[in-house]
DNA sequence: ACCTGAACACCGTTCAAGT
DNA sequence: ACCTGAACACCGTTCAAGT
């Protein structure tokens, strides 16, 4: 055997990678999406290099943390577009996506960074997820329900936008399903 | 005469402090709401000792920067209110508005972080400007032309949303107008 | 009365030295 | 092959010492 299979991690260096992931969840659930990596590193036990040479940048990190929901999303979109008329599955999509946004502070800030930064780790995952969803869009807009001159990168958008709303003050948090069917019933065409 | 006139400031710190907004002017519109006031000192030329005695917090360096344009917002409200239609005043006054909130990356985050924090320095002024603004939209929804489960906290809430995304990407900047119109015409009944 | 900058407690990021 | 933590370049904030 010539082509041999490329060895697997070190076994510490997978227990280093999985105990790092577990403490980044608590501490972003606290923190939100901006918090300390040095404190993850220390409430991890691990030295700061070890998580710099597992997660180069934050936004690997967090793409390791997210990409199971953008991928269950998108997965989402698939299975609403096939079983629901086109209204009714945008609705629901969005309803599902704007759930998931509040689950870390910060998280609609970083979602909205990956559309333009395509060096993030992010990007792919979330751009799949943003085209599933397009394409619920583009049936809506097809059968009347929502106005031609919106696109896929203006609703992904404005519902981050509420979703950020929500981050910046609990009382403005308490509004966010308003704000969110203000904003949708508004890209119906009048 | 036993109640003398409170002394005028000492000249130096006159001077320092003019400098400080100076500079903090610049520097804010370099680097956004979140500028370093060290950047701010050392820019000055001027202990950071002296920034901080001047200005206890970054939200009153901020207040005095744009303390002048919520007063004349809010006075910009008053005039339209009694010179245009209902939906025309409340329409021209949040496009007034919209095109001050993007003077400064980080503005519209700051703004709305005002609502909830009174104890900031931009909680009064900013609270007046929108005071003023709810006016309008009142007015406008007696004339039938918004939505009647609108408040005026949502509607500036969405307004600096939008601002937000602008902050978040060029490309998102450039669909700033269009991402506000949609909004606004959404708050139109249906 | 006011100014100054060192001091303290934090960051993110890199990298030489270890095992 | 991987881990470690010191080192560097930054923050915000406070306060003792100066003028």
Redo the contacts with the bound molecule.
């Keep these: 055997m010539t082509d041999e299979e490329p ?1 697997a ?2 076994a ?6 999985a105990r790092i992931l577990e403490v980044a969840r608590t501490v972003v659930a606290e923190q939100g999406t ?9 409430r991890a ?10 997660f ?3 936004d690997e990190l967090l793409e390791t943390l997210l990409s199971d929901r953008f991928d269950r999303l998108a997965a989402r979109a698939a299975a609403l577009e096939s079983t629901r008329p086109p209204a009714d599955a945008l609705a629901q999509w969005v309803s599902d996506f704007a759930e998931g946004a509040t689950a870390y502070r910060g998280l609609a800030a970083s979602m909205l960074a990956t559309i333009e930064d395509e060096t993030s780790s992010l990007h792919a995952s979330c751009l799949a997820m943003r085209q599933a969803a397009g394409r619920l869009l583009g049936n809506a807009q097809a059968a009347g329900a929502v106005r031609a001159d919106v696109d896929g990168t203006d609703l992904f958008a404005l519902v981050n936008a509420v979703g950020w709303i929500a981050d910046q003050a609990p009382s403005l948090s308490a509004r966010r399903a308003h704000l969110l069917s203000l904003v949708l019933d508004g890209l119906k065409p009048h």
């Design positions: 060895r991690p070190r510490d260096a997978q227990r280093n990678r901006q918090a300390s990596l040095r404190d993850v590193a220390r036990g691990i030295g700061l290099g070890t998580l710099y040479r597992h180069p940048t934050r």
